[in-house]
């Protein structure tokens, strides 16, 4: 199976390369940014049961728990400028995710599944910084988990649920002209999910497990005036 992340990738960098086809503005009203992302968790498990033949143990208890490992990513982000200071910001892209015991359950892979995580965020960018473009932003993400893989003994299938979480952001743009831009970003997110392990008999493994990651991004960015690609009747500049 192709790996999405290169999907992701190659559609990107097609865009980015097409941009030039439309008339770079530094104070555009959209922007196309392709970057690398890294993602290190700052995860716990809040609880982790198992339920055997009607008997639930507290495995946390007994010292065991699970950790989710740290990832390098290629990310798209779409920015649409409401005015020179607001914007809203759709950031995006696809992982792998490991799932690894901790504790009595040291070094034992426990499952693996697929993630596509975007966070929407309302900006405020500041200005009068010449080149130097900084801006903070707040909002949400939506983790959806798909293509679960368990490879705990015994459990024939695993469950991630859904998770939302709170996003804070801060980064900069560095102008280079003619629509382009250098840039950095970070986001801490705060999310939870619960992972449920199946066996054939209906036995059950729970764990209800905080990511809390921190997303940092370099990119290369884009920046033109939707009205080159669709028309408009006018075109003023962003106040």
């Not at 130097?132 to 993400?141: E, H, M, N, S």
């Amino acid at each position: 199976m192709l790996d999405c992340r290169f999907t992701l990738a190659l559609v990107a960098a097609m865009g980015l390369v097409a941009a030039p086809s439309f008339a770079g503005d530094s104070n555009g009203n959209f922007q196309a940014k392709l970057g690398v992302t890294g993602v290190w968790t700052d995860d716990s498990t809040n609880s982790l049961t198992q339920t055997l033949s009607g008997v639930t143990t507290d495995l946390l208890a007994a010292g065991a728990s699970a950790s989710t490992n740290d990832t390098v990513i290629p990310s798209l982000t779409l920015t649409y400028f409401l005015n020179k200071n607001l914007a809203v910001e759709l950031f995006c892209c696809f992982d792998k995710i490991n799932v690894d015991g901790r504790g009595l359950l040291n070094g034992v892979d426990l499952a693996d599944v697929w993630v596509f995580p975007p966070a929407l965020t309302l900006q405020y960018h500041f200005d009068n910084l010449g080149p130097i473009k900084p801006y903070v932003g707040v909002g949400a993400q939506w983790v959806h988990y798909f293509n679960e893989n368990s490879n705990l003994g015994g459990f024939e299938s695993v469950k991630f649920d859904d998770s939302f979480g709170f996003v804070l952001q801060a980064g900069v743009d560095y102008d280079l002209g003619g629509g382009w831009s250098l840039g950095l970003d970070v986001k801490k997110v705060w999310e939870d999910t619960k992972i449920t392990w199946t066996a054939a008999n209906g036995d059950t493994t729970i764990a209800n497990h905080d990511i809390d990651p921190l997303i940092a991004t370099a990119n290369l960015g884009y920046r033109f005036n939707l009205s080159d690609i669709f028309g408009s009747r006018s075109a003023a500049p962003l106040k």
